[in-house]
């Protein structure tokens, strides 16, 4: 079975870090590329990040340039958020998504989820 | 950032009649287009790629269309199952700078 499971979030302080990682199985996860996406209690989509296959070739929403990076272990089938500095506005549900394609496709598996906040 | 506007917020519309949600991308994306399903308490779930390519699983009542800028996603005999959240995505950068629409939410009329 084809399957995403993130783990990670928690209840964070403002300006603190903490680190989202994501466990893929029943597909050949270096073959994919690999992305992050947010959603707010009560709102829509945000993507977030994305990482090609082979990690050559890495994007970020503006909202998170500079504070957030992305990465994989191709050996152990995983996928990592690193959040630093962060915000009352990265409070969400934060989804980990396979891409169709080694590169930027659509996103044909998503896990459920793993929640965020951030508060004092 | 490409922009993504999706009309209306909300359809309100009964069941077994067609829905009609429109994206509009405030940039050429050519075809690289995505629709999602979500429903509450659920992850996104993909319906269309490439503009009008149905996923896998997808009942053919679900169909897309448009290229460039102007985008529809039909639903020609609305289910029960049908009434959820709908958003649309672009995904054409290079490095990766996907953006979703705000979403249209199909209710039950």
């Known amino acids: 079975e084809v399957q995403l499971v993130e783990s990670g979030g928690g209840l964070v302080q403002p300006g603190r870090s903490l680190r989202l990682s994501c466990a893929a199985s029943g597909f050949t996860f270096d073959d994919y590329a690999m992305h992050w996406v947010r959603q707010a209690p009560g709102k829509g989509l945000e993507w977030v990040s994305g990482i090609s296959w082979n990690s050559g070739s890495i994007g970020y929403a503006d909202s998170v340039k500079g504070r957030f990076t992305i990465s994989r272990d191709n050996a152990k089938n995983s996928l990592y958020l690193q959040m630093n500095s962060l915000r009352a506005e990265d409070t969400a549900l934060y989804y980990c998504?396979?891409?169709?394609?080694?590169?930027?496709?659509?996103?044909?598996?998503w896990g459920q989820g793993t929640m965020v906040t951030v508060s004092s | 950032e490409i922009v993504m506007t999706q009309s209306p917020a909300t359809l309100s519309v009964s069941p077994g009649e067609r829905a009609t949600l429109s994206c509009r991308a405030s940039?050429?994306?050519?075809?690289?287009l995505a629709w999602y399903q979500q429903k509450p308490g659920q992850a996104p779930r993909l319906l269309i790629y490439?503009?009008?390519t149905r996923a896998t699983g997808i009942p053919a009542r679900f169909s897309g269309s448009g290229s460039g800028t102007e985008f529809t996603l039909t639903i020609s005999s609305l289910q029960s199952e049908d009434f959820a959240v709908y958003y649309c995505?672009?995904?054409?950068?290079?490095?990766?700078?996907?953006?979703f629409g705000q979403g249209t939410k199909l209710e039950i009329k």
């Open positions: 490439g503009a009008s």
């Open positions: 995505q672009q995904y054409n950068n290079w490095p990766p700078r996907n953006t």
């Open positions: 940039q050429s994306v050519s075809s690289n």
């Open positions: 998504a396979k891409d169709m394609t080694r590169v930027n496709d659509a996103f044909d598996i």
